[in-house]
RNA sequence: CGGGGUGUAGCGCAGUUGGCAGCGCGUCUGGUUUGGGACCAGAAGGUCGGAGGUUCGAAUCCUCUCACCCCGACCA
């Protein structure tokens, strides 16, 4: 005899790699990442790098499935596409330097300078452009479900944030514009697809596109308390935005007929909260000056007192590459009082103002004095701006741009993005195609991505109670956890060896509990592996001739009759 | 990169004033058990993250360093 093989479709408990924990791991904080730890789904080798073991990996795999059926019903190929790639061709795009660190660098053994794909932008837009001439090779989407390397700042929550991670990304190649909007529109009713089918609420919102640039862009939200970001949402009129990119209606400043400016003293009150309290006026009825660094200039905002800048709003509307906080000696350098900076009569620096200053009058804003303030400060009559932009961070309780109900926030974690990219890719790349008139364009672009690790601990994060994973039966490692009681008693395991026999032959994947364990034992590890229906075979079950079969997701067992369990669980598998 | 924290057995942790390296869980052996993480007896398992220093003597004190976690910055 030789070793033995292995049906996929059937596992005994026994021979499986990876062990469950019975206690918490220490470093883990988020439910998804404590879960799959103590299943002995993933092992961590680095901060946020992870082994997947078997059970992981046939998540995984029934994910990428879905998403790669979904991909295929839009009619998008299926490429691989390397990791290793020349910097070169980001330079080309100029996103090496949009990246930053988070770019792997190496280089090869001749000193070339290699970057590990943290995304295929520019790879698939080569390739594109290689085999792209003419308006008749378009349109077409490729996608690929492949390895991603990204040197995050700070990888977090298991598999929420890694640094090694599998995405599905796609990217579509149109010769106009209503062209690219078909795509899309194809591209996001195959999200909502995925999402169904993978038992995720997913909630659609509008994005800012990032580094990457573009037009349109929406994100996937899974609804979560530790996701990472923001969503503004208005209720009676449905519209959801990241925070990053929400717009709302900020109301609070008076609106008087403007008086003369005046100078007063405000000795020793450099925040603005302690000016609001000092003059006995809102915070909405100040300005605040807030200093960025933007690639070497000093950018001078302009904002209400009670709100907050945007950085991702101002960077686009900077079109910088690097914003960051300015420090007290880059402002000091230009003349400027910190505590008491003023735009009014500013010269020399970039004054940018959020919109908010247009719809308020008599606002209190710095003198550029120590220990002074100006009263009664109105734009554009008292001070000049480069730009006025809505520069703000839109929060609760702000009116919505639409329909001006009361905006709300929830969190959540982003688990898709897709978005119109339009040229500025291409363009740079030099992929162009030749229309019916002979003249040459940049290929009009959308790309499209799922983390399929992240949909996998989102899926988890959304489906759990205190006991373990309750794992949607589309996505679940196995369907049946096979949990005979009593492995001494020669009738138990004779009719859990012949049903563990039969699921097999039917194809339905059975996770076999063969260990003579306490009953407890095996209850709660079924319970932590999340299962979606349990069998217990017991002898108290089989004097009546019965088995127990329960869902995960259910309270209670139901006594079937022997010959019936096979049925009854086909149907609870639906 | 800034702030905070943790590194001691596979996991969770304790270790006082510097004086024999500990506990619980798990693992192994034998026995008794068995419907929601059983019990008894025995056993194995440690470069105390690393380097240097102080000291008769360092898990403990000092210096440096590395790793990991959390908050922030950042995040296609």
Known sequence: MGTPGRNLNNMRISQLFGKRLREIPAEADTDSHRLLLRAGMISQLAAGVYSYMPLALRSLRKIE??????????????????????????????????????LFHLADRKDRNLVLGPTHEEVVTD??????????????????????MRDEPRPRGGLIRVREFTMKDAYSFDADE???????????????????????????IEADSGAIGGKD?????????????????????????????????KAGAENGPPMDIEEIETPGKESIDDLAVFLKVKTAQTLKAVFYTADGDLIFTVIRGDLEVNEIKLKKVLHAVDLRLATDQEVKAKGIVPGSASPVGMLGVRVIADISVTSGTNFVAGA????????????PRDFKTEIVADISKAKAGDACAVCGS????????????????????????????????????????????????RLMAAVIELNHDDKGIIWPPAI???????????????????????????????????????????????????????????????????????????????????????????????????
């Open 178 to 204: 209503a062209g690219l909007d078909v795509t899309y529109k194809k591209m996001v009713q195959a999200y909502k697809n995925i999402y169904r089918r993978c038992g995720l609420p997913a909630m659609i």
């Open 65 to 102: 499935n879905i998403v790669r059926d979904e991909m295929n019903k839009t009619g998008a190929q299926e490429v691989l596409m390397p990791t290793l790639q020349p910097i070169e061709l980001w330079q080309k795009s100029g996103r090496d330097l949009a990246m930053g660190q988070t």
């Open 127 to 148: 390739l594109a452009g290689r085999n792209v001439q003419s308006y008749r090779d378009l349109p077409f989407t490729l996608y690929q479900i492949q390895t991603k």
């Open 476 to 574: 679940a490692p196995y369907q049946v956890y096979l949990c005979p009681l009593y492995m001494d008693n020669a009738e138990v395991v004779k009719q859990a060896d012949g049903l563990y026999e039969t699921l097999t032959g039917m194809g339905i994947e059975v996770l076999y509990d063969d260990r003579a364990e306490s009953p407890g034992v095996k209850f709660n590890d079924a319970d932590l592996l999340g299962i979606p229906v349990r069998i217990t075979v017991s002898p108290r079950s089989l004097e009546k001739g019965s088995v127990e079969v329960k869902l995960r997701s259910e309270k209670k067992p139901e006594l079937v009759a022997l010959g019936d369990a096979i049925g009854r669980v086909k149907t609870l598998l639906g």
């Open 217 to 249: 862009s929406q994100e996937f939200m899974a609804v979560t308390d530790i996701g990472e970001d923001e969503i503004i949402i208005c209720d009676a009129c449905g519209l959801g935005a990241n925070v990053e990119k929400a717009v709302s209606v």
């Open 406 to 453: 009361a905006l709300r926030t929830v969190r959540g974690m982003e688990i898709g993005h897709v978005f119109k990219l339009g040229t500025s890719i291409s363009d740079k790349l030099g992929a162009c195609f030749v229309d019916e008139n002979g003249a040459s364009h940049p290929i009009i672009m959308g790309c499209y991505g799922i983390g399929i690790g």
């Open 368 to 379: 550029n004095k120590q220990g002074r303030h100006l009263k009664n400060v109105n734009y």
